[in-house]
């Protein structure tokens, strides 16, 4: 089809465009090149085939936005379809009377697919579009408030409009040129929308002329496409996969990289500059879609603080849209990440939830960004909220957050027949009690009716007693990496003296800690929660709730360190729907919950500026529901919940699982 210098010219730009993508691919590589650590590519070979699989469905999309995650998934697999569209009209333009994959059956079939898939892909991108430009939702942009690179607010916008036109242009001329070929050759029955389209140019003298110009409107403007897709918000769709391929394995979304404080050779701490953020961390800001899903879900966010994940990778990408050359180069930033990428004030407001890193649909993990931050700013500048000192110093001296001495540690426990590890050496469970009943009532009343629970079971169990000492876990949300690390390798000498057959607790944050964050430091444990070791006691018989107890209309509030960092959600409602109640559901509900507010240290330090309380928000839901009382299972999500309802003047009733379950058992007397 094409003349000798149509031939020439395409393979000189061709020859041009490869040399601009690659130069644009060298920067790339050498961008992240520059954060620390390595790399390990012998995941992506285990991961190859599931993650093609991902890529192909876009699964992790429809997490959110369902509507316009199906439009997305038929313009991505309209744009994957065009890259065998492409080298097939490449070739036809070149070999004269050739006929990509022939006009047999494959070939037929491979017509209609680029037919349909070209529609489809039109009609879904004219949608979005409309969507983005002219119905503007709010979730595709941020508060004014919210610190975010002065060339994104606009940036975003024209790199939208400017790959729109693009690909509808791309995609569009190679349709109106396959009815150009139509309307001389005659109709074909594989391509029925092209068919349909060339009655319009049935005896036209310009088709060939016309066919030319389709040609290079199709494949000229994808050159000129792919040297400025490196450089465009669209590099996403192969940062996306890479990001799938290659995050590091982790027990859970909330499992942190150790730091060995016994390596004398270590001069930095967490991240203050851009350069000390990992390479996996540096390409999250290329695989972010700037889709504002994280933001959307954000605890922090939703209630008026300056916090916006999405804002984050944002502006980690603007940072490379202009200094990325000298930065590949080797020159360090003269800004620091709290400058330019998130306010110190919206960092202290997370609350290490894992909303963002769940709702990603590229994998990308924000909150972890956050928590380096925090541990430059703890470790290397001595920098924190004052209030967290009260929770340090009690952690240093006496082990737990709230300053307990040991020697109260069992008060909780006064009344009640609970062996202690030197009592019984050799249980089935061991009870990790937690520091919260050490001190807060409502957590005493937990483990007070847990305690109930397991002796009317029969359970073989026993508790640490005085040699039990808080896990870390707020020490290490809050930045104070050395505190949790003095911590852990105390408790895990003491696991592993004792050498637990399982680990129960009735707190997320110790299980998460226990389970998920202790095997780097020589400790690895079979953890449960409460609520798993009840569901068994249950389903073996040994609990027997009261078929003639009145039913209680309840709602469960998911802990986001149960459900979302380690995927325990139907537990909790089998345990409740044995207890013989009547659940309802809120709407964010198992791995989409909505935080307390309590969570990476925010239970020790007032909440950042914002509109409301994290709390108040997610009361507000509970209410909503209509429930007559709110389970939970997690003291730190009660605690959370006793003072949002008082501040509420609501009469729900607030209540362990446990405690409702105990209820449930004694009525039956």
């Not at 990001?243 to 060995?260: A, V």
């Not at 008026?304 to 849209?321: D, M, Q, V």
């Not at 200094?323 to 003269?334: D, L, Q, V, Y």
Request: overall charge neutral; glycine content about 8%.
């Amino acid at each position: 089809m094409l003349s000798t210098a149509e031939k020439i010219i395409f393979f000189l730009a061709s020859l041009a465009t490869i040399y601009a993508t690659w130069k644009a691919i060298d920067r790339l590589v050498r961008i992240i090149g520059r954060g620390t650590g390595q790399l390990d590519w012998g995941l992506a070979r285990k991961r190859l085939w599931s993650v093609l699989g991902k890529m192909v469905i876009l699964k992790p999309t429809f997490n959110f936005r369902v509507g316009v995650s199906l439009a997305h998934l038929l313009i991505a697999w309209g744009f994957m379809y065009y890259m065998l569209v492409n080298l097939g009209d490449v070739l036809q333009g070149y070999i004269p009377g050739f006929r990509f994959l022939g006009d047999g059956l494959i070939g037929g079939i491979y017509r209609l697919g680029a037919d349909i898939l070209t529609v489809t892909l039109l009609v879904s991108l004219i949608i979005l579009l409309f969507r983005r430009f002219i119905l503007k939702p709010s979730d595709l942009t941020t508060r004014k408030t919210t610190l975010l690179h002065p060339k994104a607010r606009s940036g975003i916008l024209r790199d939208s409009a400017i790959v729109g036109v693009f690909v509808i242009l791309h995609v569009g001329s190679r349709f109106l040129g396959e009815s150009f070929t139509i309307a001389r050759e005659g109709k074909d029955v594989w391509q029925p929308f092209a068919t349909a389209l060339s009655t319009l140019w049935v005896g036209w003298s310009g088709l060939e002329f016309a066919q030319h110009v389709a040609f290079w409107m199709a494949l000229g403007l994808i050159m000129l496409f792919i040297v400025y897709f490196p450089y465009s918000k669209h590099i996403h769709i192969f940062f996306s996969a890479l990001n799938f391929l290659l995050k590091p394995e982790r027990r859970s979304i909330g499992e942190l990289t150790k730091i060995d404080f016994d390596d004398e050779s270590l001069e930095q701490f967490g991240a203050s500059q851009i350069d000390q953020l990992s390479k996996i961390q540096l390409m999250d800001a290329y695989a972010c879609i700037m889709c504002f899903r994280c933001q959307d879900v954000c605890p922090a966010y939703n209630t008026g603080k300056l916090l916006s994940p999405a804002a984050l990778e944002i502006n980690k990408r603007y940072f490379f849209n202009e200094e990325g050359t000298k930065f590949a180069n080797g020159e360090s930033s003269h800004q620091s990440l709290i400058e330019f990428a998130i306010p110190l004030e919206a960092v202290w407001a997370c609350t290490s939830c894992g909303a963002c890193v769940d709702i990603c649909p590229v994998n990308n993990e924000p909150m972890r960004d956050i928590l380096d931050i925090r541990r430059s700013l703890v470790l290397m500048d001595n920098q924190f909220p004052t209030q967290f000192q009260t929770a340090f110093r009690g952690m240093e001296r006496t082990k737990n957050p709230w300053g307990v001495p040991p020697s109260e540690r069992m008060n909780w426990a006064k009344g009640l027949d609970v062996p202690t590890i030197e009592k019984n050496p050799h249980p089935d469970i061991l009870w990790w009690v937690g520091c919260a009943p050490a001190t807060d009532v409502q957590a005493q009343k937990t483990a007070r009716a847990f305690a109930k629970i397991l002796k009317m079971a029969g359970v073989n169990y026993a508790v640490l007693g005085q040699a039990e000492q808080c896990t870390g876990d707020s020490a290490r949300r809050a930045g104070k990496e050395d505190l949790f690390f003095e911590l852990a390798l105390g408790n895990v000498e003491i696991l592993n003296e004792v050498k637990p057959k399982r680990i129960v607790t009735t707190c997320p944050h110790c299980l998460h800690t226990l389970k998920n964050e202790y095997p780097a430091y020589g400790g690895n444990y079979e953890v449960i929660h409460h609520s798993q070791l009840i569901n068994e006691l249950q389903a073996q018989g040994k609990l027997k709730a009261n078929p003639a107890a009145a039913k209680e209309k309840i709602t469960y509030h998911d802990p986001c360190y149960l459900t979302r960092h380690n995927d325990i959600a139907h537990e909790p409602r089998s345990v409740l729907e044995s207890a013989n109640v009547e659940i309802v559901e809120m709407d964010r509900k198992k791995e989409k919950t909505f935080c307390c507010g309590a969570g990476g240290g925010q239970a020790w330090k007032e909440e950042e500026h914002g509109d409301e309380r994290v709390s108040a928000n997610r009361f507000r839901e509970v209410q909503a529901s209509g429930a007559d009382s709110l389970a939970v299972g997690c003291p730190f999500c009660m605690m959370m919940m006793v003072d949002a309802a008082k501040d509420a003047n609501s009469p729900i009733k607030i209540r362990d699982i446990a405690e409702i379950v105990l209820e449930n058992i004694e009525s039956q007397a």
